[in-house]
């Protein structure tokens, strides 16, 4: 249900990893007494079991060598500042992490900003090191698409400062893919949840009032982000080539967010994912809102989580192939 018509099970979304946890914990009890009520959180959790698919992976490694792939990285960028100090510019050497020396032939970047006297600096290592010299950025936008593949066209929608959508059409060996980049409306609870974490004085009505702004903001944010999920799933759906959907939505996968954008797409996590696939590392815990989505056309090989030391966010990394995709072209 979109959050625009009841908001209140958009937030309740966000109580799944624990409601499951506690269901995981009265089974094991269950069990250690044999009794047969074990069955009924059983039962909740098999009838849940696209909200489970969506926190747990199950695959490990990938499932075969396909002569052509193509290799994706998105990874929200902390407008390249260190999550526990913002004022200090992310070395080079901290961005070259995020890649496992690994081959990455696109890379879609949210919050890439950085400090105009740092960009230089990551520009040139992702250009000649990293071998990805086409980009759709300029630094106004905090979205950036980099990648290796020669960009034949691209669209750029902003819904404020900070978020909007943009995609770009690449000539993959003779076989033109359009890639979305996405970062949806924030919460803006973070900093409300640390105060309320780290205050160890802080009494009732003050509590309460946090609490009531929490909400509030969470509202307000989750029905911008129906409005704007449902925008970007009829730009995808309007694509005439195959697309793969990168991003950061904010949002859970048991949400109304997530289901009106994956509706008709593959998630990348679902199919090749391993164990939690949690990729929010700030105060609130438990949280999967980044995505790599592809549509039907893709056979997904690979999944990885990688880590990062200054984003509040996990970089997420898949290798996927089309069964057209053409072999390049030797040099003469």
Not at 239 to 258: A, E, F, R, W
Not at 312 to 320: E, F, N, Q
């Amino acid at each position: 249900m979109s959050p625009s018509q009841f908001w209140p099970l958009a937030f309740f979304g966000l109580l799944y990893p624990w409601l499951l946890l506690g269901h995981v914990l009265f089974i094991l009890f269950w069990l250690s007494i044999r009794h047969k009520y074990a069955l009924l959180s059983l039962a909740c959790i098999v009838l849940g079991w696209e909200h489970f698919r969506g926190l747990v992976g199950f695959h490990f490694g990938s499932a075969s060598d396909a002569p052509q792939t193509i290799s994706i990285l998105t990874f929200n960028a902390h407008s390249m500042r260190y999550f526990q100090h913002r004022q200090a510019a992310v070395d080079v050497a901290e961005l070259a992490r995020i890649f496992n020396n690994k081959k990455t032939e696109i890379v879609c970047f949210q919050e890439f900003m950085g400090y105009p006297d740092w960009n230089p600096a990551y520009l040139n290592f992702l250009k000649k090191k990293q071998k990805l010299p086409n980009r759709v950025w300029d630094e106004n936008n905090e979205l950036a698409i980099f990648t290796s593949f020669p960009v034949l066209a691209s669209k750029q929608k902003n819904f404020n400062y900070t978020n909007g959508y943009q995609y770009a059409d690449l000539n993959v060996n003779g076989t033109v893919i359009r890639v979305f980049n996405i970062h949806l409306q924030s919460n803006a609870i973070s900093s409300i949840a640390d105060r309320m974490a780290t205050t160890e004085d802080m009494e009732e009505e003050e509590a309460l009032y946090e609490m009531r702004t929490m909400l509030g903001r969470f509202k307000r944010a989750a029905q911008k982000r129906a409005h704007q999920a449902a925008e970007v799933a009829a730009e995808i759906a309007r694509s005439p080539y195959p697309v793969l959907v990168c991003g950061d939505l904010n949002d859970i996968p048991q949400s109304y967010t997530y289901r009106t954008l994956s509706a008709g797409l593959q998630d990348a996590f679902k199919e090749k994912g391993g164990g939690l696939g949690i990729t929010y590392a700030g105060r609130i815990p438990g949280l999967r809102i980044d995505y790599i989505l592809a549509s039907p056309d893709f056979q997904i090989l690979d999944y990885e989580k990688r880590r990062s030391s200054f984003s509040d966010h996990r970089p997420m990394a898949s290798v996927v192939t089309l069964p057209n995709l053409m072999t390049p072209k030797s040099p003469d």
